[in-house]
């Protein structure tokens, strides 16, 4: 089982962009999918998560710019993100709670390789 981020760029401060992350492998299930950031010289921290019935969680400071998403049936999550500051530069990754088919009883946490978000002020 992969995750393979992608989306990221350069973004004037203002400004969107849209982070797609699509699992593939076998998979049996996905519980909690979302979103985690790394800025130079920072901890990874979490900016979203969804759950499998829809359940949306978001870090303060990206609430009411952020929204993610997940479509359940095709592995994929988004980050749609507007309002772009340049305090959101960083690393984007994702991140799945997953079984895959051929250990369906095997949970754990797999992750995409990361995104580049820049965002110039």
């Known amino acids: 089982v992969q995750l393979q981020a992608s989306g990221g760029g350069l973004v004037q401060a203002g400004g969107t962009l849209r982070l797609s992350c699509a699992a593939s492998?076998?998979?049996?299930?996905?519980?909690?999918m979302g979103w985690y950031r790394q800025a130079p010289g920072k901890q990874r921290e979490l900016v979203a998560d969804?759950?499998?019935?829809?359940?949306?969680n978001y870090a303060d400071d990206v609430k009411g710019r952020f929204t993610i998403s997940r479509d359940n049936a095709k592995h994929t999550l988004w980050l749609q993100m507007n309002s772009l500051k340049p305090e959101d530069t960083a690393v984007y990754y994702c991140n799945a709670y997953l079984s895959p088919e051929s250990r369906p009883y095997d949970w754990g946490d797999y992750w995409g390789q990361g995104t580049l978000v820049t965002v110039s002020s």
């Open positions: 969804i759950s499998e019935t829809g359940r949306t």
């Open positions: 492998g076998t998979i049996f299930r996905i519980n909690i």
